[in-house]
């Protein structure tokens, strides 16, 4: 599988983007997905998660209330849509997916693809 991430860019705070992942392989539709970011001399975390059916999402607490996270099996793409922006949301984005687990996951060592990243950066 190949993650290819796209939709980051630079906006204001307040602002909005969403990211997209586009997977190859024809078993994407059974895979939990998710999004990870990392800024700047911090670690990895988790932003949010998405079931194989879209049923069930998880979101870090950092985010909740500002970012959904969708997936369109037939395309197969997940999407991240952000909105309310803060400078603190600068990070490089990665696309994530489990080939084990069918559910929203938050744990880093549950996915075993990972996208190349975009980055994203959030003016003041």
């Known amino acids: 599988v190949q993650l290819q991430a796209s939709g980051g860019g630079l906006v204001q705070a307040g602002g909005s983007l969403r990211l997209s992942c586009v997977a190859s392989?024809?078993?994407?539709?059974?895979?939990?997905m998710g999004w990870f970011r990392q800024a700047p001399g911090k670690e990895r975390e988790f932003v949010a998660a998405i079931s194989w059916n879209g049923i069930s999402t998880d979101y870090s607490d950092s985010v909740k209330g500002r970012v959904t996270i969708s997936r369109d099996n037939a395309q197969n793409t997940v999407y991240l849509q952000m909105n309310s922006l803060k400078p603190e949301d600068t990070a490089v984005y990665y696309c994530?997916?489990?080939?084990?687990?069918?559910?929203?996951?938050?744990?880093?060592?549950?996915?075993?693809?990972w996208g190349q990243g975009t980055l994203v950066t959030v003016s003041s």
């Open positions: 994530v997916a489990s080939s084990w687990s069918t559910q929203a996951t938050r744990g880093p060592y549950e996915y075993d693809y």
């Open positions: 392989g024809r078993t994407f539709s059974s895979y939990g």
